[in-house]
């Protein structure tokens, strides 16, 4: 599906009714393009702000997230696991976030607040809510600078998923599990 269209969210859940999903991972995510030498994100910091890019990246990485979780919350609600994971990015912390990329650290703060009401809005029907960071990892968007390689950050990321229970809903974890701050 195309979380940025809710028409193709609404058809892929119309399609799955009665299925019960274990962990829905909200994974779909964008920022703006790299510079040449893949250090600097180009359009999003002070002074060079391209708002219509921040439409974007909202549409895919919050309001995309939002719908998602509404349109498969009665699927996870009827698993075992009930588990609902964000992708979320530490750039998104307001106490560890270092870079000034205004566009996408603004949307994964505001994917974590969504994070963080959900958990309270679902506790009660035993579902577990969390943020999750993969890590500075190289993909496409992560570059070929970053240190972590994908298996290591997904290997991580499965290993916290699996050991997450109710008391962890609503934090920020790491891909290792170590906890973020908000
Ligand atoms: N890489 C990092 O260092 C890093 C760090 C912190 C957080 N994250 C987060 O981790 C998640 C995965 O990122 P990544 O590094 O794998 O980025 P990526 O290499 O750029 O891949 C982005 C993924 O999101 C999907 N996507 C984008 N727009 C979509 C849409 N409208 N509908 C459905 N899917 C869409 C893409 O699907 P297509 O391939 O079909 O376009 C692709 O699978 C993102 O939420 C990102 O913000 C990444």
Same mark, same amino acid.
């Given at each position: 599906? =195309?979380?940025? !269209?809710? $028409? #193709?969210?609404?058809?892929?859940?119309?399609?799955?009714?009665? +299925?019960?999903? !274990?962990? @829905?991972?909200?994974?779909? &995510?964008?920022?703006?393009?790299?510079?040449?030498?893949?250090?600097?994100?180009?359009?999003?910091?002070?002074? +060079?702000? =391209?708002?219509?890019?921040?439409?974007?990246?909202?549409?895919?990485?919050?309001?995309?997230?939002?719908?998602?979780?509404?349109?498969?919350?009665?699927?996870?609600? $009827?698993?075992?696991?009930?588990?609902?994971?964000?992708?979320? #990015?530490?750039? &998104?912390?307001?106490?560890?976030?270092?870079?000034?990329?205004?566009?996408?650290?603004?949307?994964?703060?505001?994917?974590?607040?969504?994070? #963080?009401?959900? $958990?309270? %809005?679902?506790? %009660?029907? &035993?579902?577990?809510?969390?943020?999750?960071?993969?890590?500075?990892?190289?993909?496409?968007?992560?570059?070929?600078?970053?240190?972590? %390689?994908?298996? !290591?950050?997904?290997?991580?990321?499965?290993?916290?998923?699996?050991? @997450?229970? @109710? !008391? =962890?809903?609503?934090?920020?974890?790491?891909?290792? &599990? %170590? +906890?973020?701050?908000?």
């Amino acid at each position: 599906m =195309d979380v940025a !269209d809710h $028409a #193709s969210i609404d058809a892929l859940a119309q399609k799955y009714v009665g +299925t019960a999903m !274990d962990v @829905l991972i909200n994974n779909a &995510g964008v920022s703006v393009p790299r510079s040449a030498n893949g250090e600097h994100r180009l359009k999003q910091t002070f002074g +060079t702000l =391209d708002y219509t890019a921040w439409d974007n990246i909202f549409q895919v990485n919050v309001k995309g997230l939002l719908k998602v979780s509404e349109a498969f919350v009665e699927n996870v609600s $009827a698993s075992s696991d009930k588990t609902i994971v964000a992708l979320s #990015s530490t750039m &998104g912390s307001i106490q560890e976030g270092a870079l000034p990329v205004f566009l996408y650290g603004s949307s994964k703060a505001a994917g974590n607040w969504i994070i #963080s009401m959900l $958990a309270k %809005e679902l506790k %009660e029907r &035993g579902i577990i809510t969390v943020s999750l960071c993969p890590g500075h990892v190289k993909t496409a968007m992560g570059g070929p600078i970053a240190p972590i %390689e994908v298996d !290591d950050s997904v290997a991580g990321m499965r290993k916290t998923i699996a050991g @997450l229970t @109710l !008391d =962890d809903t609503g934090s920020f974890k790491r891909f290792n &599990g %170590e +906890t973020v701050a908000w």
